[in-house]
């Protein structure tokens, strides 16, 4: 017994020491800026460091990370990114028509003005660029929304990001304006000889009556010759924070596409706040990590908002997919309609926890939230949680999960119809995507995704 | 040459150990139209989806000769594409799949396997339309997601229209008679009176002589316990109907005494 105390002690400290480095790597990263912004950068910085040393790094013992073992994202010994140089016709498979003129690119977390372009957005519309590009007063009205407590309230690693904050994307639309092109939100990881870590962080801010359709989308560009690893892939890992304001009676149309390498770890919070009759879509679309977490908090601060959350993930070789979803309803009239597929093939596992927060001040709340999955794979893994937390009594909510496999019938009749057995299975798994991908407003992007999904699987 | 299409010979199977067939022999020859009846159980479904390859069913013994091929030795989609097609009892949903890319992918793999050009979605459009006509179905159809809350007609008419497409060499039609009213029926018969060729044949199982008064079969064949007890032309199918199957179980007795 003695040993085992030891022992899990030792781990303890070890853990300790282990974020004691990332910390110190993110506090180490230099201030940019000058004045107002300097002052905001440090004390946001000063803020997360210090949430995150109230903080210990999880473990599967943690209820929030019981199916999720970060083990792995903990051996390796990663090195903060730097800012690299990229061509921009190494951009050309990322690029989404018809927002060649609407897209902000940013590389390993850094903002990258030489590859963004939005000149089909003009400044009386919306601001679209990075920290450094905000007036002074804008800067003081960004105060009160950057690194907002509750989007990293327990969450270490949106603590994180925040402790190691250099610059951040900022998507600022004015009020009652309707941005008329999507916005492409374009992150890439280019690797390195080493492992990398880096924090991209985003914020969004859409003021009273206005629309706009966000793209953000994670992908990465392999550099040849990891000689780290024996598969020449290199390792990253991604720790990506997004904060979105809807105000007054706002709309978002936002599309999360995760594209990492199969041997990357992507963990992000993405935190919604939508304010009264605002009306908030999200379609997740998650392939790519050897693991990914999405921590996805969703919070109702008016009266009569609406969110939309449609998410599908495939998983496949020995991939974890982790989607925790939280959406906390406060005023009466609240609308939540969750679906959340996830196709899991191999040896892979899925993990969805959904929670569903309606406190008595909810009164009137519509919420339904399903969770549905097609297991490919005999070794195929979910764990699924669906949760309704419920205080309010005049409600409607509804929640539940699926787990099916592709129907033997189902295959036969379409094998009946010449279709080889493979093209029958495509035909069923595109089939069950497609519920979710044609959900997504962007042509190309659909498309785009519509072949990932039949040749992946 | 001869003009036989399909050739069954003693032709046992069995699903999950239990033998369903037992000795089935079967000749049909291009331009004729079989029917099988028989009460449930007996064994004509079952049949269907062997000659189809349905992985469930294995069988034990003897064989399937289709166009002079062994038909045994072929995947379910090689029987297809060979000119087999089989208009399901209960057509599956397919929800996210529209009927219209189902059908243009099904026609278009076969057109592939034959050698010829595949369609192009406009042509193919105009050539679904044309063949639309001869189930009487509206082109909202094309839009919906395979039978996905089609009603059981609808469901039946539409896979008349898929072997419509495809022109199968050998259609078996499961109980196509099965929950339809009068009009339906009579749609969905003269849609399969249109496709008749010389070349072409059909297998009906069905438990009612009504379908045989709108699709007059050439042969009528009496399914009892997994094989074949007795044949005739149409007017076997009109006895039945008068006298029931009864006198199939006082056969049985009879042998078996």
Known sequence: MIILDRENRDAITDRETYIGG??????????????????????????????VAALHLPTKKDEEWRFTDLTELYQNNWHYATPSQLNPEALAEFILPPTNHSRLVLVNGYYQPQLSDVSAVTTDVAYLGNLGGLGEEEINKIASYLAKEESEDGDIFAALNSAGLVDALVVWVKANHTVSLPLHLLHITVTDTSPRWSQ????????????????????????????????????????????????????????????????????????????????????????????????????????????????????????????????????????????????????????????????????????????????????????????????????????GATVSQLEAEEVFYLRSRGLSEEMSRHLLIDAFAAEVLDKIPLDSLRQRLRQCFTCRT | MSNTILEIKNLKAAVEGVEILRGVNLEIKAGEVHAIMGRNGSGKSTLSKVITGHPDYEV????????????????????????????????????????????????????????????????????????????????????????????????????????????????ILDEIDSGLDIDALKIVAEGVNQLRKPDNAFLLITHYQRLLNYIVPDVVHVMSRGRIVMSGDKNLALELEAKGYDFLDEEEKLTVV
């Open chain 1, 22 to 51: 990332l910390l110190q790597q993110a506090e180490n990263q230099p201030l940019w800026w000058q004045g107002n912004l300097r002052q905001l950068v440090a004390e946001t910085r000063r803020r997360g460091g210090k949430r």
């Open chain 1, 200 to 399: 991209p962080r985003i914020l969004v801010v859409v003021e009273e009556n206005s629309v706009c359709e966000l793209i953000e989308y994670y992908g990465v560009i392999n550099s040849p010759g990891c000689s780290y690893i024996p598969t020449g892939k290199c390792y990253y890992f991604n720790n990506a924070v997004t904060e979105v304001y809807l105000k007054d009676n706002a709309r978002i149309n936002h599309s999360r596409i995760q594209m990492e390498s199969g041997d990357s770890f992507h963990i992000a919070k993405t935190a919604i706040y939508q304010f009264s009759h605002s009306h908030y879509t999200l379609n997740e679309i998650s392939l790519g990590g050897k693991l990914y977490r999405h921590n996805l908090k969703v919070y109702q601060k008016g009266e009569q908002t609406e969110t939309f959350l449609y998410g599908l993930t495939l998983l496949q070789g020995k991939q974890l997919g982790d989607t925790h979803s939280e959406v906390n309803l406060n005023h009466p009239h609240g609308l939540v309609n969750q679906l959340h597929k996830y196709i899991i093939d191999d040896a892979a596992t899925g993990v969805f926890n959904g929670k569903i927060r309606v406190p008595k001040t909810a009164q009137l709340t519509n919420a339904s939230q399903l969770n549905r999955n097609l297991l490919l794979s005999p070794r195929g893994k979910i764990n699924t949680k669906p949760e309704l937390q419920i205080t309010a009594d005049n409600v409607k909510c509804t929640h």
């Open chain 2, 60 to 171: 034990t013994e003897g064989e399937i000769i289709y166009l002079g091929e062994n038909l045994l030795e072929k995947a379910p989609e090689e029987r297809a594409l060979a000119g087999i097609f089989l208009a399901f009892q209960y057509p599956i949903e397919i929800p996210g799949v529209s009927n219209l890319d189902f059908l243009r992918v099904a026609y278009n793999n076969r057109r592939k396997h034959l050698g010829l050009e595949e369609l192009d979605a406009f042509d193919f459009e105009d050539l679904v339309m044309e063949k639309l006509q001869l189930v009487k179905m509206d082109a909202s159809f094309l839009e919906r997601s395979v039978n996905e809350g089609f009603s059981g007609g609808e469901k039946k008419r539409n896979e008349i229209l898929q072997m419509a497409l495809l022109e199968p060499t050998l259609a």
